[in-house]
C-alpha cells in the first residue's frame, strides 16, 4: 500500500508498521438517526439557553455560557433585559468576592499594553482574571476598543483570563449598567480580579471610579506640562498613579516624573480615606515594577478591610447604582411614553420659537406622564 494513504502519525521510516485500507462510505444501520439527534443538539446549542441553564453555566465557570450570559445583560432588547435581571438575582449570593480596580489614562498611555501584562501575571500566580472596559465613545461609533484585543493576545489565550470588549450603550442604562452587572456575572463565574479599562475623557473616570475598589492612573514621562493642564480632579480619583513605559533611555525621565507626581499629591485629597496615593513606575516591555503594584493593591486591600473603608465604599456604591437606575428608568419610561411621544416635537418647536417657557412644558408633559398610563 502507499504511504500517502498512511495516516500522519505513522512512523515513515518505518512503514510496514502500519497497514490501512482506505474504503468508500458507507451508511450503517442506525446513522441517519443519529444525525438527527445531532442536528436536535446543534439546534438547542443554537437556541436561547434558559435562565438556569445560564445560571449553572456561569457558576461552573463554563466559559461559552458566561459569554452568552454578559451578552444577555448588554442586549438592548426589553424582553433580553427582563431575563438577564432574573439571572443577575439568581447570580447576586455569588458576586462580590474579586478585587475590583480601573485603569484609566490617555489613548496611547499603554492600559492595554499594561493589563495584557499584568493581567498575564496575575494568572500565573494562579488569580483568575476578567478584564472589561468602558468606552465612552461606543455609543456613537457603535464599536468598541477591539484593537486592544490584539494588544491583549497573550491573556486573550490564557485559560485563567476573560476579555470582554466594551458594550455599547443604548436604552435602559447605557454602558455603566450593563459594565456592572458583567462585573457581577463574571465575579459569580469565578474570576477573583476584575480589572475595568478606559479611555480617559473626563466622565468615564468617575463612572468607572463608582464600581471599582482600587483606580489607577497611567501616565506617561515628561509630563511636566501635561501636570500642570492636568485636572487635579482626576488625580483626586486615584489609588496609585503609574508612570508608565519605564523603560530604556526613558527610565531616568519616569523617576524624576515620578517624583514630581507624588509633590503634587503631597497636596490633594486621598481618594480613599486612610490610604494614601503615590506615584510608582513600571514598564509593561520589561516587567519592571508589575509585582510592585500587585503588592501596592494587596496592601491597600488589606488596609481598607480591616479598618472597614473598603466594604463601607461597596455599600455606598451599590447605594449609588439604586438611584442612577432609578434615574435611567425614569427617564426611559418617560420617553417612551406614547403621550408624551406624541406631545414632545410640537412642545419643543414651541420651546425653541419662543412661545412657550421651558418650565410651562415640562408641567404639561409631566401632567400627561402622571395621569395616563399609556
Ligand atoms: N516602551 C514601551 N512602550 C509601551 C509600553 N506599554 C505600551 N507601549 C506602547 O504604547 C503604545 C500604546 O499602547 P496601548 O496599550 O495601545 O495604549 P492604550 O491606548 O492606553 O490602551 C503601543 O505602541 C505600545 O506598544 C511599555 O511598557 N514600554
Ligand atoms: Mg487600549
Redesign the pocket.
Known amino acids: 500500500m502507499a504511504t500517502d494513504h498512511k495516516p500522519e502519525w505513522s512512523d515513515p521510516n518505518n512503514p510496514e508498521n502500519c497497514s490501512s485500507i482506505v474504503r468508500k462510505g458507507q451508511e450503517h444501520e442506525g446513522q441517519s438517526a443519529s444525525i438527527q439527534k445531532n442536528i436536535r443538539f446543534q439546534k438547542r446549542r443554537n437556541s436561547e439557553p434558559s435562565v438556569d441553564e445560564l445560571y449553572e453555566g456561569v457558576i461552573k465557570g463554563e466559559r461559552s455560557l458566561l459569554a452568552r450570559a454578559l451578552t444577555l445583560v448588554e442586549s438592548n432588547a426589553e424582553q433580553h433585559f427582563q431575563k438577564a435581571q432574573q439571572l443577575l438575582q439568581k447570580l447576586l449570593p455569588n458576586g462580590g468576592k474579586s478585587i475590583r480596580i480601573g485603569i484609566t ?1 490617555v ?8 493589563i495584557e501584562a499584568f493581567g498575564s501575571y496575575l494568572c500565573d500566580l494562579g488569580h483568575r482574571v476578567a478584564v472589561l472596559a468602558i468606552d465612552p465613545s461606543s455609543s456613537i461609533s457603535g464599536g468598541s476598543i477591539l484593537g ?1 484585543k490584539t ?1 491583549m493576545e497573550q491573556l486573550a489565550r490564557n485559560p485563567r483570563a476573560f476579555i470582554r470588549p466594551s458594550p455599547t450603550a443604548g436604552k435602559l442604562g447605557g454602558v455603566h449598567r450593563k459594565t456592572r452587572e458583567s462585573l457581577l456575572i463574571c465575579e459569580a463565574a469565578g474570576y477573583d480580579v476584575i480589572l475595568i479599562e478606559t479611555v480617559g475623557v473626563g466622565q468615564s473616570e468617575v463612572i468607572i471610579r463608582d464600581m471599582v475598589d482600587f483606580f489607577m492612573l ?1 501616565v506617561l514621562t515628561g509630563a511636566g506640562d501635561e501636570l500642570q493642564g492636568m485636572k487635579k480632579g482626576i488625580m483626586e480619583l486615584a489609588d496609585a498613579i503609574l508612570v ?2 519605564a ?2 533611555a ?1 527610565k531616568q525621565k519616569a523617576e524624576q516624573t515620578r517624583k514630581e507626581y507624588n509633590r503634587i499629591l503631597h497636596f490633594l485629597q486621598p481618594a480613599t480615606k486612610g490610604w494614601a496615593t503615590k506615584a510608582y513606575t513600571c ?3 520589561t516587567q519592571e515594577g508589575i509585582s510592585e503594584i500587585w503588592r501596592v493593591i494587596q496592601s491597600f486591600e488589606q488596609t481598607g478591610k480591616a479598618s472597614g473603608v473598603f466594604n463601607e465604599r461597596r455599600k455606598s456604591q451599590a447605594r449609588e447604582w439604586l438611584y442612577s437606575m432609578i434615574t435611567d428608568q425614569l427617564e426611559f419610561h418617560f420617553y417612551q411614553h406614547r403621550g408624551i411621544r406624541n406631545q414632545l416635537p410640537k412642545l419643543e418647536n414651541e420651546v425653541i420659537a419662543g412661545e412657550k417657557t421651558v418650565a410651562a412644558a415640562v408641567e404639561t408633559l409631566f401632567n400627561t406622564f402622571l395621569t395616563n398610563k399609556e
Do not use: V
Request: proline share 5%; aromatic share 4%; net charge positive.
Open positions: 489614562g489613548p496611547g498611555a499603554g492600559k492595554s499594553t499594561f486592544d494588544r497611567l508608565h513605559k523603560d530604556g526613558n514598564s509593561s516591555m
